[in-house]
């Protein structure tokens, strides 16, 4: 049994002496990251999203998971590393009720400061959530057309 305790002393050893390349420095660093992000918003994320009767509008594990996903897959993130910055930009999202999924919303990095950006998928749900709007359409307009809103 002692055998088996040196070997695993012996190997914990030799993988922590191994030289990692620039490269791998910084996708452990990431990954580190976002396994904190992570935990944080797991504690906190369900008091940010709002609710509709007593349920939330999005479901928090589906937030977390976007929220990985857009860290671990934007290059914006590769220079953006303080967790705290960016838990509070996912935060903020999480208050609109939208996933940073690209697709409702994202963060990007404006005048050198990490922003929370609603796109018009996720602008166009928080319209319908109102119950004000019955429908939106969308159109190209050029600088000549004109047009009605109704």
Do not use: W
């Amino acid at each position: 049994m002692s055998n088996n305790l040196n070997f695993n002393q012996n190997e914990i050893l030799k993988e922590s002496s191994v030289q990692l390349t620039p490269d791998e420095k910084r996708k452990k660093e990431k990954d580190r990251n976002i396994n904190d992000i992570e935990k944080t918003l797991s504690i906190v994320v369900k008091s940010y999203i709002p609710s509709r009767n007593g349920q939330p509008i999005i479901f928090p594990d589906n937030f977390i998971k976007s929220a990985k996903a857009l860290v671990r897959n934007s290059p914006v993130f590769d220079t953006i590393t303080d967790k705290d910055t960016i838990v509070s930009a996912l935060l903020h999202c999480a208050s609109d009720g939208l996933l940073p999924d690209g697709k409702q919303a994202t963060l990007v990095t404006y005048r050198g400061k990490l922003t929370y950006v609603p796109m018009y998928q996720g602008l166009v749900e928080i319209i319908y959530r109102g119950k004000a709007v019955q429908s939106v359409n969308t159109h190209i307009i050029y600088d000549s057309d004109t047009f009605d809103v109704s």
